[in-house]
Each structure stands twice: as C-alpha cells, then as structure tokens.
C-alpha cells in the first residue's frame, strides 16, 4: 500500500542540538529518540541517507556510517516489521547505486539493510508546478516510517543543502536530471525540491552535522568540524536553525520561504522549540554565486545565472581520470569528451550537476568566478 504524502505542518515544530563525534555517537542516538519517540513495533521503516555520490567517507560529503549504523542498532531493538536502509545517489549508470553505497561506506553502517531503492519504483501523480508525475522508489511511498538522515552542509543552487534537499533523493534516475532541465532557474528549483520534499515528508530528521561542509558544496566546499547532531519532527525547522548556525537568516532561503508557504513548517526561530545550545558558527563560508553581501553580493545573486554571467567551469586535467559521470550526469548534455571533458557554455544551465558530482574535484570554476570565491 502506497502511503500518502504530507501537505501540512503535523506538530509543533522541535528541534534538538547535541553535542558529538563519531566516536560517540552510539551513546546519542538513544537520546534522540526518547526525545522524539515514535510506534516502532511492527513499523517498515526506511532510512534515507544522503549518497550524493561515490565518495570516499574522508571527503565528509554523504552521511556517515557511524551515524546509519546506530540508527540501525537502535532500531533493531524496537522490534520493527522491516528495516531499510537506501538512496538514489545523484551518479547515474548501471551498478551506480551499490558502487556509490560501497565507496560511502553507507553499506557497511546499514549492517545488511542495505536495498537498492532504483530497482523498484512506481510512477505517481504529484502536484508539481513542472511535471505532472514523477518516478519514485515504491520502498519510499510504502514505508510507515522514513528517517532522514541529511547532511550540514551549503549547495551551490540552493544556498544550503538539508533536510529538505536530502528527500529530492527520492527520485529515481534520470527524474533529478528532467526537474533541472525545466526548472533552470534557482528559485524554481527551490520550488521543485520543496515539491519533491511534500510527496513524502519524513517522521523524523537527524542531520549528521560531526563535520560539515562550507563554501562551494554540496561536494567540493570545504570541511568543517562542528561537532554536532541535530534533530527534528519537522525537516523545514531543522533547516531554518542550520541556516542559522551558517549566518543566514532562514528568510533568505528561497526554498525555506516556498515551504512555510506551503504550510510544512516553521521557519521563524521564535516559534521553534529548540532544546541544546544554538551558536553560529564564526567566519562560515557560503557558496561562490552567495559569496559576497551588501552590493557586491548584491549584483553576483542578480546576474549570475544570466547568458552574459554564466559560470565558467573547466576540467582539471592532471585530476581527470575520464571515467565520465560529469558527461553521464548533465541533465542537458551540455559536456562533450575531446581530449578531457569541455563545458559548452552556450548549452550550460548553471545546475553545477558535474561540479557536485565528479568523484575526483575534477572541474572548478574559473576567471570571475574563482575571484569572487576567493574574496568571499
């Protein structure tokens, strides 16, 4: 049985901060879900990691294990009906789902759970302002449960990559790429992955925010330790206090604006109750087309996705090893293989797809670009 989506804020938005490393974070977890507790018993439960890619655990860009693995054990003790663990990460191809939860290390914390979510899928009506239906992983529409296990970490497109953004991974295939090829513009693809987020909202969201990520994420920014986890009922206000936490007032987010909107949840941190201790973070960098504020800032965010401004991104030759995922990945084939992968400007929709997802870092911005992300 299918399971429906949620279309409005379910409780009084919560959210918990708890100190941590993964060393400890076993002794965490528990404490986490006593303060949001939830029937277990007889319950299919899906885990739903961000597996952006095939990334080494060292490179902090997907989910830890250490995080799955005490979700798992946790869970193994409620006596649920089933336990999934699975994602659809952003590389497409055959074999790209299981190489990317081997290389993350995702499928050695899902102590055997492990599903490849790709393999059964079900294709469903949405209410969308872009499509009229969607392919989805069936696991995720008929699981009672879905825990969200995102990362802290920025987005290139979107500012800030959360809980919200992690649930695009519902998606199965080549959808993520046909939802960048219509919605183009930053603000509607705030508007589609809001979208995508209200078809399935999860129970429960714990971001592994150990170590974080700042400046051009939501791959290649750099690390940042942080040293926490934080939970929530509501997805939407665990992404407002990250925002926070960044120096960013959540009212700037386009896609925290859409979901209040929306009714799926609170943005404004005065009608958040947030147990634990809130800090920003000092001196946290956003994303190069963010970068700068005031005036400077000002015109980059205006002009930036325009014809006259797009990035300039370029292959990193001596870091290439031709294995193709940024040709596989441009929802618009806007690459094309000579000696080494070259961006077609003219064709390019600024999605930043084979920025975020080359396993190597292959490809950087250059000229203006590069200056800005220096400056910022």
Sequence with gaps: ????????ERTTAKVSIHKADYQVIADVIPEVFAEFPLPWQGKRILIKPNMLGPFPVNKGVTTHPALIKSVVEYLQSQNPAEIIVGDNPGAMGYGENERCAHQTGILEGAQGYYR????????REVKSTFVKSLVISREVLESDIVINLPKFKTHLQTRITGAVKNMYGI?????KARL????TDPEDFSRAVVEVYRIRVPELTIMDAVVGMEGNGPSNGHLRNINRILASNN???LDAVMAYMMGVAPQEIKYLQIAQTEGLGEID???IEIKGPLEQIKGFKMPISFGSRGLLGTMINKYFYSSLAKPHLKVKEKQCEL????LQSCPVGALELKKYPSVRRDLCISCYCCYELCPQSAIDFTGWQKFINLIS
């Design 171 to 175: 998606l199965v295939g080549g959808e």
């Design 180 to 183: 960048h090829t219509i919605a």
């Design 323 to 326: 294995c193709q995922v940024c």
């Design 1 to 8: 049985m299918v399971k429906e989506g949620f279309s409005e």
């Design 116 to 123: 490849n979510l790709s393999k059964n899928t079900i294709k």
């Design 235 to 237: 997805g939407v206000a």
């Design 269 to 271: 941190l005065d009608k």
